[in-house]
């Protein structure tokens, strides 16, 4: 083949020119899918573009690799049971710089780019904002350059696919690794070995000293895979290393050889079985046995493989805290205080005050939740099954911690029942946030308002104990995925306006502000959304068979289903407009479409409930003549990244409305408001940022604040206190039968447990929320002032990039100073494998 002018010839396999991306793609078509297009299927056309993308990323990730080994440098590890990546393909091709030619590329192949982007299944590995930040975080990492691993499971089975029947949540299994994965690359030569059950008993080595050997009841041996992690327009690709659960032994060849053929399979499928699916619940764990030998799985792997590190760059163990920062996402890794614990003192024989000095300067955590129910605990004799040795070694963290407490807070002992790593109040429980905040040297919220009430509420104890540990990490996402791809019309028009500088630095986004007086920017901005809201309706016409009109106000709720989120707040407030609009005619209402998305967790049967009742008031509504096509509700069926990268730039409404106090952050919010819409909101999570940043005139406040809620509980909350004509007219028609076909039961568990018990706060909120409802309508009027908002919140959302929240991690918790790599040609890397 001819080399393209100006290119060196060597390095034809990695060049970025369209001509180079041809050639490549036509190579991979014959040569990794052997087909020729004839015969060739859009997938086959995906994989080939992908290989061909791969090549790229490769010659980022040697040059990365030999960078890192070269500085010996600091490595943050970001351990997470979750990263729900979305799809590679485009957003591999938005950090290269090279979307807009190798869309012209595959154009002038006669193949239509965007249905081969279609064809890549998004590895769904989260189940929402957890899963997401982590994912947004390591895309920060790379473009700010710090050299990190994510460290993570690879779930065979995602989060489930979600299907609408009947108006009710029905999942399907999600079988994302079907036609292959072009972006992973196994590392067999790295698996390790993880034990799990039996006992533990003592032993003199060979110098008499006293030792603990763990005599384990199974073995699993885990195998990475690894993903490389492009930075933005930098040479920077780091991994995401997730670990596939496999048997040490295909088949127990004694057992097969006595004839017992399902017996010696036995052990390869309860192996595998470790990673074979993510479970699928938000805010409430479920204490399963197969969850802890899941987490501590990925994470004895991970720090093994942390350790083989240390030992191939020559660094003694005793500098692990030196070479890797290890960020604890939530409690679910929070059993790797333990198990570094166990490596150091069991297996490399360090004292123990050593090792627990080592571990403390090691992890840090964030915690991601407020809600009592989602705080990890463990029934001990369950724990102790799985993880016998780790017991012995919290209950000596513990004693050792407790006996500091007695010290600090001489005489108190109630505080020492709050503090211990074990509940003991009744069955007793190992609390893994215990854990966590002991073996940390920081602990973080993920909004202000999160991390103050974790400081005087859920984690007041240990606050009094180490304030120092506390800082507030207020999250972020990243622009790449959340704007210049998904969002294309926005981005070229934010380059003719201000460059392109953004995308890295988002703070850069207020140059825009001045354009919001500018009434031909104001119109080219107006011209835009309403091209994404076209396109949008489009997509909801093809998946629900729903016209929608995009003149109305899209105002969209799309988010895990659960009762703090309050999707029952909206549809109720949806069916009292609808009530008005049949009560009186002529009443003047703003048009709306009225979208809802989100996944209940299979077993959270009031969740389900929400959902049948939002699909059966779109039914009556979209169909009711008398509406006139002013109101349209729509839920959006299997929300995931790929369906929010088609909501988020046709949204104009953000709904955010979770009773103040329960939403941790959100990053949902961000998105929106980088993306034009504006908020209704709550005062809570990072609501309450947004606002602050946007300013309190471009953003719809109502409802109780935190402290009104705690308050409002304090004293004996009674729904019916809050009971107005309008919402008992609401809670009539639902349970009258009007759509349940008559069925005057259907709903009675919501809205029973709404008028008797009503424990977010639903109620109480309800005239506010109606009220901040009609005003955002008469905005939305005003088309002027409306623009100007919209603009506003994206020209001042620079704050919520994840580049912002990884810098602030950077400097407060890890201190891993950033490592440029340079690109090294194919010439480079021979000549130094031949020295
Ligand atoms: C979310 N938590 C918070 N948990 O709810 C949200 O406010 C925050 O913005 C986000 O974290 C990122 O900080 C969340 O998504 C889970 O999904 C867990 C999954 C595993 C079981 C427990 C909940």
Redesign the pocket.
Known sequence: MKPVENEPYEDERTALTKEAFKRAFLDNLFYVQGKFPALATQNDYYQALACAVRDRLLQRWISTAAAYTKQGSRTVAYFS??FLMGPHLGNNLINLGIYAQVREAIAELGLDFDTLLRQEEEPGL????????AACFIDSLATLEIPSLGYGIRYEFGIFHQEIVDGWQMERTDKWLRFGNPWEILRPEWAVEVRLGGHTEQYRDEHERLRIRWVPGKVVVGVPYDTPILGYRNNTANTLRLWKAEAPESFDFSTFNRGDYGGAVRQKVWSETLSKVL?P?????QGKTLRLEQQYFFVSASLQDMMRIMRVQKLPLERFHEKFAVQLN?T?PAIAVAELMRLLVDEHVLPWEQAWDITCKTFSY?N??LLPE?L?CWPLELFKSVLPRHLDIIYEINARFLDEVRIRFYGDESRLVRLSLIDENGERYVRMAHLACVGSHTING??EL?SELLKHDVLKDFYEMWPHKFSNKT?GVTPRRWMALSNPRLTNLLGDAIGDAWIKNLDELIELEPLADDAAFRQRWREIKHANKVEFAAFVKERNGIAIDPQSLFDVQVK?IHEYKRQHLNILHVIALYHRLRSDPNADIQPRTFIFGGKAAPAYHLAKLIIKLINSVADVVNRDPAVNDRLKVVFLPNFNVTNGQRVYPAAELSEQISTAGK?????GNMKFSMNGALTIGTMD??NIEIRQEVGAENFFLFGLTAEQVAQTKARGYRPLDHMTPELQEVISLINSGFFSRGDTELFRALTDGLLWHDPYLVFADFESYSECQLQVSKAYRDVDRWTRMSILNTARSGKFSSDRTIREYGADIWRAPSVPVRLLSQQDVKVGFMQ
């Open positions: 049971a979750e989260g189940n929402g904002g957890l899963g997401r930040l479970y619940n938000d805010e409430q764990i939530d679910h964030t991601h939740t989602a990890e993920v909004a999160h999250n895990r939403e941790a952050s959100g990053t999570g990072a």
